[in-house]
């Protein structure tokens, strides 16, 4: 490495840092600055739109809600004050006919008709009942039956928008209903301007044969109703207040849609619908307000901005010609500090800087020839003892794995051997004894049958049913089964598996999951004992997990390796690291009834089949079983 090249390193790191051109770096803050307050302006315009917006539409809709109470209200006043009429009317006459002054019982009939007239409402006495095709006949009926009722009636003979509320009464005497007073008020647009102008909100009454009652003209209550129609608002279940946003007229409005009812009867929809013109026309100005005051205030800080980065910018200029200078050679370079911050320390770091270069630039010259020819000897010398050590070094890790593959051969063999025997010696001895205790003790059962003695006979024989069981699994493992192989569906044995673990796991509050890619998959194997091998798993896994929990069996296919991975994961108890290091060693348990066989076997059954067994524990998550089978 020489001076030269040094000097051109630190002149290019010093560029990089300071940059070339004064007016490049005070672009770029600029630049950054104003994309900066650009976007927070932007950003506070769309939040403040968005406030705006969503407060004149809950604005909006609050003062639907309460136009809508008002007018409910007053129309349940209406129907009250219709009831309370009819039965004053009925009242009225049977008072005037138990008058004996006839001139008193007329000033009374004529002042209550006048104050009736007053109000707007028409009051008839019908002594018999209307033809059924009459408007009103329902509620005289009624009336007929001795049944006070209040209803809308439509004329449907008329075409005019108007319906009237009626309020029937009977007048009873001895013999029955005799009469039947009926007092009625119309409901037209003119009665819902008078709500209207209360509440600042058009009304519209929607009846169920699609007459209207509005305040709106005509041309504007088609388009409100079909506009409500395809919005889906106007369906049959409306059973509450309903909020729509419409145009009207060209105008966006806001609806509220609420069903209208009489004497606890559903007898059409009233429609409030509000004109958002005016308050979107104050959102725009508010709006229009904000994004002024934004810019300004963008343009003013970007002046105050570029006036105060030219104070720093003028300074770095400097110091960045003087860094070109040093990167051509020039060490002769020297900066005034000026001032004690950050620009000036740099000031001053770099003229001390510049004289270390200039005093030592010599010195590494001079170092740098006989340094570049020793380096160059030792690097090859190094590379040759690397190429030989590499090569040596290979050898030995290739001859201590045959080593070591031989030696745990060996080990396992004369191991496994001499279980082996020792297994097959115990089970001979063991078994036929076993067979005569039990032949005896079943003779003694079937003499005991029903007495206190049977009991322990009939354990005593459970008991040297598992230990043959035990003894036959002890002769399982001193005489290996050599695997039959042929061609199966390993997917197939793994459903068959989970088929067979099922009542155990139902009985044990256990869910078996099963996950196979690809669905269908053969191999050279032997179909039952790589079964038993499966079976040997999961009802270990079932055994980790007495509280309950998930048993995931999957498989995954990677054609690259033409490998089949196969995996067993439970969510039990797990292993700590001291037993999951002799989970292979015949005869290890930490079972209360288990041999100490079942993962020996497994694994037996799987190498000898071409595959490989590994698994892995955590303490308190689970346990995972995974097999490796070559294709």
């Known amino acids: 490495m020489t001076a030269t090249s040094v000097r051109k390193g630190l002149g290019s790191l010093l560029r990089s840092a300071l940059d070339v051109r004064r007016g490049r770096l005070s672009r770029q803050l600029t630049e950054a600055f104003v994309v900066i307050v650009a976007i927070l302006a932007l950003v506070m315009t769309l939040v403040g739109s968005s406030v705006t917006t969503r407060s004149i539409e809950v604005r909006a ?19 009250e004050d219709l009831i309370f009429l009819s039965e004053l009317f009925v009242s009225s006459q049977i008072l005037t006919e138990q008058l004996t002054v006839p001139s008193a019982s007329r000033s009374l009939m004529i002042s209550l008709m006048s104050d009736l007239r007053h109000r707007g409402m028409k009051v008839e006495m019908l002594d018999q009942i209307p033809a059924s095709d009459q408007p009103g006949a329902a509620v005289i009926q ?89 919005s889906g608002k106007l369906g049959a ?65 970007i002046l105050l901005y570029r006036l105060l980065i030219r104070r720093i910018t003028d300074r770095l200029g400097k110091l960045s010609a003087a860094t070109r200078e040093v990167a051509t050679g020039k060490l002769d370079q020297r900066l005034d500090v000026g001032s004690a911050d950050e620009i000036g320390e740099l000031a001053g770091s770099f003229n001390t800087m ?14 740098n020839q006989t340094l570049e020819k020793r380096v160059h000897e030792q690097t090859q010398s190094l590379e040759a003892a690397r190429e030989e050590l590499t090569a040596t070094n290979a050898q030995l890790v290739q001859a201590l794995d045959q080593l070591h593959r031989a030696q745990e051969v060996m080990i396992r063999t004369e191991k496994f051997s001499a279980l082996g025997h020792m297994a097959m010696a115990v089970a001979h001895e063991v078994r036929n004894p076993l067979a005569g205790m039990k032949g005896a003790l079943q003779v003694l059962l079937r003499e005991q049958r029903g007495s206190d003695q049977a009991q322990i006979i009939h354990r005593t024989i459970e008991q040297i049913d598992r230990l043959a069981q035990t003894t036959s699994r002890l002769l399982t493992f001193a005489r290996p089964t050599t695997p039959q192989r042929q061609t199966t569906d390993v997917m197939h044995l793994l459903a068959e598996t989970r088929s067979l673990l099922a009542k155990q796991a139902e009985q044990q509050g256990i869910t078996i999951q099963l996950q196979l890619e690809p669905p269908q998959l053969e191999f050279l194997l032997d179909p039952h004992l790589t079964v038993q ?28 390796s033409r490998e089949l991975s196969i995996r067993f994961r439970d969510d039990g108890t797990g292993m700590p690291p ?31 089949q071409g595959g490989r067994v590994h698994v892995t524990s955590t303490r308190g998550k689970g346990t995972e079983v995974r097999i490796a089978l070559r294709g």
């Open 61 to 79: 809709e609050h003062q639907l809600a309460s136009a809508e109470s008002v007018a409910q209200l007053s129309l349940q006043d209406l129907e």
């Open 142 to 230: 009624k009336g007929f039956l001795g049944i006070r009722t209040m209803d809308l009636v439509v004329d449907p003979k008329t075409a005019s928008p108007e319906a009237r509320l009626v309020s029937g009464a009977p007048i009873e005497n001895q013999r029955g209903v005799e009469r039947v007073v009926s007092v009625s008020f119309p409901v037209t647009p003119a009665y819902f301007a008078t709500i209207s102008t209360r509440v600042g909100t058009d009304i519209t009454l929607l009846l169920p044969n699609e007459r209207a009652i509005s305040t709106l003209p005509p041309t504007a209550v088609r388009e409100l109703i079909e506009q409500l129609k395809g």
């Open 237 to 301: 279940g409306v059973d509450g207040p309903r909020i729509a946003s419409i145009s009207s007229e060209g105008t966006p409005a806001r609806v509220l849609i609420s069903p209208f009812t009489v004497s606890f009867k559903k007898q059409g929809l009233l429609i409030l619908s509000m004109p958002m013109g005016d308050l979107l026309a104050a959102r725009r100005s508010i709006v229009g307000k904000v994004l002024l005051s934004t810019f300004a205030i963008l343009a003013g800080a």
């Open 354 to 367: 510049v004289e270390r270069l200039q005093a030592s630039r010599n010195e590494i010259e001079q170092w």
């Open 533 to 560: 091998a499966f079976l040997n798993i999961g009802i270990n896994a079932l055994q980790a997990m007495p509280a309950g929990g998930t048993l995931h069996i999957d498989s995954n296919w990677d054609a690259h």
């Open 578 to 608: 001291e037993v999951l290091a002799n989970i292979f060693t015949p005869f290890f348990t930490t079972k209360h009834q288990g041999t100490g066989l079942g993962l020996h076997l497994v694994r037996e059954i799987i190498e000898q």
